[in-house]
């Protein structure tokens, strides 16, 4: 069965720091590229970053420019997503989400994991 399967979730507080990880498995997915995206209460699930099937490119909201950084490493197949500075926010379930490099929708999707920041 292929699925995506998130952890790290938690409580941190404001100005702290939390990985989050994305584990993929059933099949590679080195030709894939991955994505976070997160949905606090309320309001729409929003992107946040993605990181290309090779690992050369990322891409991030500017909500978290500067603060948060994605990685990826081909040989676990796990994405990583390293929160620096978290705010308030920030807190919201984050979704680890897989789609072909070729195509242009995120057609695979974690649980989830809930990351709630305390001020």
């Known amino acids: 069965q292929v699925q995506l399967v998130e952890s790290g979730g938690g409580m941190v507080q404001a100005g702290g720091s939390l990985t989050l990880s994305c584990v993929a498995k059933g099949r590679p997915f080195s030709s894939h590229d991955m994505g976070w995206f997160r949905q606090a209460p309320g309001k729409e699930r929003e992107f946040i970053s993605a990181v290309s099937w090779s690992g050369l490119s990322t891409f991030y909201a500017n909500s978290v420019k500067g603060r948060f950084t994605i990685s990826r490493d081909t040989g676990t197949n796990t994405v990583y997503l390293q929160m620096n500075d978290p705010r308030p926010e920030d807190t919201a379930v984050y979704y680890c989400?897989?789609?072909?490099?070729?195509?242009?929708?995120?057609?695979?999707w974690g649980q989830g994991t809930q990351v709630t920041v305390s001020s």
């Open positions: 989400a897989a789609k072909p490099h070729s195509g242009s929708e995120w057609v695979l």
